[in-house]
């Protein structure tokens, strides 16, 4: 079936490092993947997004790495922040599902200072 | 401006009971999602509804039921709850016009199901 799933249930880095997370898909198909952050309380905030005719997009500290050829997503976080400690979620989307995104479980970062 | 806002924040039901949960979207956004989390199962999609019709439905019994009102906020309910309904379920607004993108997300409903 369709899913998308992240390596690593945790991650524990200091501060200043720099973060990768990671995120296998399983749908050849997806076209549309996106990465949230979400803190305790809140809802899932949207981080970067990424189409899959590109391998590669940056943002504020955060790039997006995607590589069809082995179904692989990564998040880089440069120069981590105790802020940044939340859960991440990568969320894919294919043409075939519509609107609905197929969310992974979701990597725990936790930095420390 | 407005982010999503949904209400109440906390419920508390019996098993058996029914329940409505209430997504008032960003202004302007005519699509709203809902998704239900849970340790197991993660993010699950529920329903999408866009100009008050029903999109998209994801894999979930009749039992999760949703509607959408002319001013775009959408009501979800569930009836006959079961202890496994127990989650946090979340609503994002989109305008709805490309797949998947866009969507802002609520801080959600917390539901516990006794």
């Known amino acids: 079936g369709e899913s998308v799933g992240l390596h690593l249930p945790t991650l524990s880095v200091q501060e200043g490092d720099n973060s990768i997370i990671n995120c296998a898909y399983s749908n050849s198909a997806s076209d549309y993947f996106i990465w949230y952050k979400q803190e305790s309380g809140k809802g899932p905030q949207f981080i970067i997004d990424i189409r899959s005719n590109m391998d590669k997009r940056q943002g504020q500290r955060v790039t997006v790495l995607l590589n069809k050829t082995v179904k692989h997503l990564s998040l880089q976080i440069a120069a981590t922040q105790p802020g940044d400690s939340a859960v991440y979620f990568c969320?894919?989307?294919?043409?075939?599902?519509?609107?609905?995104?197929?969310f992974g479980k979701g990597t725990t970062l936790s930095v420390s200072s | 401006k407005a982010g999503v806002t949904q209400t109440p924040r906390y419920l508390i039901k019996t098993r058996g009971q029914q329940v409505t949960l209430s997504c008032s979207p960003i202004s302007g956004h005519r699509s709203v999602s809902w998704y239900q989390q849970t340790p197991g199962q993660g993010l699950q999609f529920l329903f999408e509804y866009f100009s008050e019709t029903q999109r998209n439905k994801g894999n979930f019994p009749g039992r999760f039921s949703g509607r959408q009102f002319s001013n775009s906020r959408s009501e979800m309910n569930v009836s006959t709850l079961e202890l496994g309904d127990s989650a946090l379920y979340l609503c994002?607004?989109?305008?709805?016009?490309?797949?998947?993108?866009?969507?802002?997300f609520g801080s959600g409903t917390r539901l516990t199901v006794v």
């Open positions: 994002a607004s989109s305008f709805g016009t490309t797949s998947g993108s866009g969507y802002t």
């Open positions: 969320a894919e989307n294919s043409p075939q599902a519509g609107t609905a995104l197929i």
